[in-house]
């Protein structure tokens, strides 16, 4: 596997994951009213709007070797 798809694939992840625990933070402060788990939710929207901005300037570059 090369570098850049294992760049691309682990890119790819961490967007899922950025996606998958923001939805469980939202869903555990519905139930449990915590504000760390609103917070926690917070942050991970934050870092997957970063990521994808990151893998859109990431892909186009990469399409460019």
Do not use: D, P
């Amino acid at each position: 596997m090369s570098l850049r798809i294992f760049h691309i694939i682990f890119v790819t992840v961490s967007i899922a994951l950025s996606v998958f625990v923001t939805i469980w933070g939202v869903r555990e402060y519905a139930l449990t009213r915590s504000s760390g788990a609103l917070a926690l939710s917070g942050v991970f929207v934050v870092f997957g709007i970063v990521l994808v901005f990151y893998a859109g300037r990431v892909f186009r570059k990469l399409r460019e070797l």
